[in-house]
């Protein structure tokens, strides 16, 4: 059985940080690209971060410079370091796991953490 946990999540201040962690289970997460999407109220699913197998990173534009995602694959976990923490970037931020064998169908997701950052 395949879980993504994520935790971390909660209220700051903006300018504040925080660190979002993803544990995955029943996968083997070293064939694994690990990503963070992130959906605000009203808003689609967004791509925030991803962090390939091979540890490539590719950031969207929001979040470039502010954020960090890297991986653990001995710990089979994945995190999001995230500063200077703006308004926008409240959301429910989720953790996703597409293996690059079968990314199709070997795709998972995360309950999501809440996010929220007070003005």
């Known amino acids: 059985q395949v879980q993504l946990v994520e935790s971390g999540g909660g209220l700051v201040q903006a300018g504040g940080s925080l660190r979002l962690s993803c544990a995955a289970s029943?996968?083997?997460?070293?064939?694994?690209?690990m990503g963070w999407y992130r959906q605000a109220p009203g808003k689609q699913r967004e791509l925030v971060a991803i962090?390939?197998?091979?540890?490539?990173?590719n950031y969207a534009d929001s979040v470039k410079g502010r954020f960090t995602v890297s991986r653990d694959n001995a710990k089979n976990a994945v995190y999001l370091q995230m500063n200077s923490l703006k308004p926008e970037d409240t959301a429910v931020y989720y953790c996703?796991?597409?293996?690059?064998?079968?990314?199709?169908?070997?795709?998972?997701w995360g309950q999501g953490t809440q996010v929220t950052v007070s003005s």
């Open positions: 962090i390939a197998a091979g540890g490539s990173t």
């Open positions: 029943g996968i083997r997460f070293s064939i694994y690209n």
């Open positions: 996703n796991a597409r293996s690059v064998v079968a990314p199709g169908r070997d795709a998972y």
